[in-house]
């Protein structure tokens, strides 16, 4: 199973930006689908975003749909998470697993583990 790496997390400002990276690290990202999860302090892991790898289909939760972007770069092996318009409730781990499955309007995972995730804190 391939090892993913989290990274882009930090400190902004409500209103503030951050781009998030899923790389797959030593081998190649075979998989159909990348999803990333948000964990809010104290809460469980809730899907965010999904996209298909083959066909670049996207999913969003409603709360962040118009606000983050999930795009893709097979070339790299990588996943991307650009998050605007940054809201507090957005704070968080947020974590991307290949243990998931999507479409358009509906989302569904299957993780058995989760990687070390990236912290975002979005705060004045």
């Known amino acids: 199973q391939v090892r993913l790496v989290e990274s882009g997390g930090g400190l902004v400002q409500p209103g503030g930006s951050l781009r998030l990276s899923c790389a797959a690290s030593?081998?190649?990202?075979?998989?159909?689908?990348i999803g990333w999860f948000h964990q809010a302090p104290g809460k469980e892991h809730e899907g965010v975003s999904c996209?298909?790898?083959?066909?670049?289909?996207?999913y969003y939760r409603d709360p962040v749909k118009g606000r983050f972007s999930i795009s893709r770069d097979n070339a790299k092996n990588s996943v991307y998470l650009q998050m605007n318009n940054l809201k507090p409730e957005d704070t968080g781990i947020y974590y991307c697993?290949?243990?998931?499955?999507?479409?358009?309007?509906?989302?569904?995972?299957?993780?058995?583990?989760w990687g070390q995730g990236t912290q975002v804190t979005v705060s004045s």
């Open positions: 030593g081998s190649t990202l075979d998989a159909r689908f």
């Open positions: 697993s290949t243990e998931v499955t999507c479409g358009r309007t509906w989302f569904a995972e299957f993780v058995k583990a």
């Open positions: 996209i298909s790898l083959s066909d670049g289909t996207t």
